[in-house]
Structures are given as C-alpha cells and as structure tokens.
C-alpha cells in the first residue's frame, strides 16, 4: 500500500497537552470532559453537532481533555496558544468545582473505576486490551515538527529515538500509581507500551518498508487506521511530521517549552545533517529499549547508553552537552530562552522529584502532591 507523506515546512511545530480534570475538594478525578467540551461547542459558534472544536479535543477517558495547537513558527507562538486554550478551560472549569492537573499520571485515582468516553473507537480497544487497557489513566504532551521531505520522516524517527531517555528523564513525573510508590520515575513510560503498537518503534531502511509494515498490520487486523499506531516517536502522514510522544505530562508552560525547543532543535539539526549527505545514527535494539527502561526507572540519574558502542553517560550531562551543541540551531529558531529551560529542569528536579518531595513533607499525602501540582498549572 502506498501512505503519502503530506507537505510541510521544515521545523514548524505543533504541541498537544494532556490535561486531567480533578475535583478541587478531593484532588480525586471528575469524569466531566464531556460537560466542558460541550459549553466550549456551545460558545464556538458554527461547529455542527459533530464537529471537534478545533483546539480542544476528546480523549480516552472522560476524565481527561486535550489542548493543541495550530501549526506555529516557534516555541513561544505554541505556549501562548497553549496558555489562551488553557484559560479558555479554566473559565469553565472554576465553576464547575474542577482544578486542572497535568503529570505522568494521577497518584492515587483507581484507574479501573475512570470511565471511558463513548466513541467506537476507544470502545474496540478497551475490548482488545482488557486490564491493560483499563489501566491507562496517563497523560502526556506530544510534540510536531514538520519536515519537508518524506525521506526524512524514519531516519529522524531514529534518531529520536537515541534521544528517548533525555525526554523521559526531563519529564517523568509518574511515580505514584494507584496510591503506590512505583519506584519508577516514570511509570507512565512502561505502561503505556502494554498496548499493541505501542513502545519504541521499529527501524525501517525506508520508506517502502513502513508501509508494507503499516499494509500488514491492517492485513491482519492490528489496527484499522495508521493513527492507531501509537508509537513512543512516529511519522505523521497525513500531517507531514515527526511527533515525539515520550513525554510524560508536564504540569509547567515552561516545562512544555523547553520540551518543544529540544525536540524542534534535534529534529532541524538532524534535518540539515541529512540535506548535507550526513546520516542518521541507529542504535541497537536492545539498547534502545535498555535506554527507555533506564530512564523511566532513574529518570535524571540514569546512566544511558549513547551509541551503538556501548559508551555510557548519566543522562543530565549528556543533556547538557547537547543543549550548547544545539545553541546555534535554538537562534536560528528563535527558541534560545525556550532551550535553555532544560537547564532549568535539570537544576531544579523533574515531576516525579517534587512529588516525591511533597508527598514527604505531607506524611504521604497525595492529596498533597495534586495540589501542588494544580498550582504550578495556574502559574502557566
């Protein structure tokens, strides 16, 4: 089968966030996304009764909404989108009883008692995952960037991939679990990879050879549409993108920020590499995997695997070798400041960091951690 690759200009950029909706007494889940969406159609004048609104989106559980952007030039036009969609929420919400939160995950919501939203499609796959699929009260935030070439889309795949544990480590912030103490940094990373098409993607030499996977998958029934492929890094056809979906939810517009930059600043670095003959890396498979484990379970003190070598390096470093490597390419983009927000993060801690600090200065409470958590969202 043939997938054409849709046209885009280079290095233009698109974020989604995965927002949860807690109720503010409890910090519990409140399972009104469809209420909320509704008055947002009922304010959005000339949607028809079937229409998305086109910033704010449905999503698999009732519990949950999700702001995008349009397509942006650069990191600070998406966090202001960001920003008005999320104070377009807000104003429904603050009524209503209902706070805002974004991490990893939920710490203490059981996730078999959050209700699904009524769509066919979530409906199929709840029926094929079962428990693992009843398990997925987890939120994320998913980066674009165009490219102007479909012969970029899997190299850069790849190599956003040797870049998966920097991503998981910045932005872990699923510790908690159903009211545990997981031990991971990101819990989120190894439970989403339980549904089918999900986790780290295959290496493909090119192009022909994705789609005849994506042909065999709708062959024998895996998925009926290429969307389904859920993919931790994935090409996105019918956008004429790479979307990097490692990310664990993340609570700070800065935060959000300085994930984009990074992602806009290797996905353009490695988009010149290729138009000047350079090619793109690929790790092993047992290493990227080895990589995607390390860092959900250590997040910032993981040590992480950078080549096909074998050679080593605690993530942070590496992160912050990476982050001067890639200054020119940030003022090309005008996301200087936005890049050096990694910094930021690596200086003051990851999610799963302050929770773990919270929980302890409230005698385990993560009642607390949620609260906290709202606040740093009504600081975006």
């Not at 609104?53 to 952007?69: A, C, D, R």
């Not at 008692?113 to 796959?125: A, F, G, H, I, N």
């Not at 009926?224 to 993340?250: A, N, Y």
Request: charged share 25%.
């Amino acid at each position: 089968m043939k997938i054409d690759f849709a046209k885009s200009r280079q290095s233009t950029l698109g974020v989604e966030w995965e927002i949860a909706l807690v109720d503010r007494e409890t910090g519990d889940l409140r399972s009104v996304a469809e209420e909320v969406l509704g008055q947002l159609h009922a304010q959005h004048g000339g949607l028809g009764p079937d229409e998305e609104h086109p910033f704010v989106k449905q999503e698999l559980l009732l519990n949950t909404v999700e702001i995008v952007t349009g397509i942006c030039e650069n990191v600070a036009q998406a966090k202001a989108e960001l920003s008005e969609n999320l104070a377009a929420i807000r104003a429904l919400t603050d009524p209503m009883g209902i706070d805002l939160y974004c991490a990893g995950s939920h710490p203490f919501a059981p996730p078999k008692e959050q209700p699904v939203t009524d769509k066919e499609r979530y409906s199929r796959l709840i029926d094929r995952t079962q428990w693992w699929g009843q398990q997925m009260v987890i939120y994320g935030v998913h980066v674009h960037v165009g490219l102007d070439s479909r012969e970029k889309a899997l190299p850069i795949t790849d190599g956003l991939v040797n870049y998966q544990p920097h991503f998981q480590a910045l932005s872990a912030s699923s510790p908690f679990w159903g009211g545990e103490d997981t031990g991971y940094a990101s819990h989120r990373a190894l439970m989403f990879q339980q549904l089918p098409t999900a986790g780290v993607p295959y290496h493909f030499e090119d192009w022909a050879g994705y789609e005849a996977y994506v042909a065999d998958m709708k062959h024998t029934g895996v998925i009926d549409d290429v969307s389904e492929i859920r993919w931790d890094v994935r090409p996105v056809p019918r956008l004429g993108t790479v979307e990097m979906r490692i990310s664990d939810g993340l609570s700070s517009l800065q935060d959000i920020g300085a994930i984009a930059a990074l992602t806009q600043c290797l996905v353009d670095d490695m988009s010149t590499r290729i138009d000047n003959g350079e090619s793109i890396p690929v790790m092993p498979p047992w290493y990227r995997m080895e990589n995607k484990w390390r860092a959900a379970r250590y997040g910032m003190e993981a040590i992480i695997i950078l080549n096909a070598a074998g050679d080593e390096m605690l993530v942070t470093d590496h992160l912050l070798q990476e982050v001067e490597r890639l200054a020119p390419v940030a003022e090309k983009l005008d996301c200087v400041e936005e890049l050096a927000a990694v910094k930021r993060i690596i200086n003051g801690g990851a999610g799963y960091q302050w929770q773990h600090k919270v929980a302890a200065a409230h005698g385990g409470d993560l009642r607390a951690v949620v609260r906290d958590n709202v606040a740093r969202m009504k600081q975006a």
